[in-house]
């Protein structure tokens, strides 16, 4: 049992700020997480159709937390549940939420207060290792210390605890995809 983890485009922040957009698929879960500020939907949709998906296929929503370059473009997948730190979101259904994507038994969510209040981190489990896609850093540059935390000190809590379970690969919100070993050089 594993997951398919694909970055439909990668985030960045300077005088412009674009969300890292991930997809990841089990079975018949395909999940985007981050669906937020991007140059052109194109940026979403263009990988999306270029791996033969449509975006009314995508059946779950993950929010790594509230602010609006990770959530802009939420409304584009029009047969999805949203998931995030409270609750799962479908219509008009309000329900609690779960750790786990149901059909996707290799995903899972994990709390990772810092930034803010309300983050989660998504981990998946594939072929190769743990990818943890998450908020906890911008990119592999940190910052160390994040000028918008809520709290550093829980958000070094939290990437504490998301190190502690050796990940592959981390996804951040605004970079490319980095090895943990490349936070210490
Ligand atoms: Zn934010
Ligand atoms: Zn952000």
Request: aromatic share 6%.
């Amino acid at each position: 049992m594993s997951a398919v983890v694909d970055v439909l485009t990668n985030g960045y922040v300077h005088e412009r700020v674009a969300s890292s957009v991930i997809l990841v698929r089990e079975n018949d879960a395909i999940i985007i997480i981050d669906p937020g500020m991007v140059v052109s939907r194109e940026e979403i949709l263009g990988p999306l159709h270029a791996l033969g998906l449509h975006e009314d296929d995508v059946t779950d929503v993950i929010f790594s937390h509230h602010h609006p370059d990770h959530t802009l473009n939420a409304a584009l997948f029009l047969n999805a549940r949203y998931h995030d730190v409270w609750a799962i979101y479908f219509n008009d259904h309000w329900d609690d939420r779960t750790d786990v994507i149901e059909g996707a038994p290799s995903v899972s969510l994990l709390d990772t207060p810092g930034h803010t209040k309300e983050d989660i981190s998504t981990l998946i489990m594939t072929d190769e290792g743990l990818v943890v896609c998450t908020h906890l850093w911008w990119s592999v540059q940190g910052p160390e210390v994040d000028p918008r935390a809520f709290d550093q000190g829980l958000l070094e809590s939290s990437r504490a605890a998301v190190l502690a379970l050796k990940p592959l690969t981390i996804i951040p919100g605004h970079g490319p995809a980095f090895s943990p070993a490349e936070l210490t050089r």
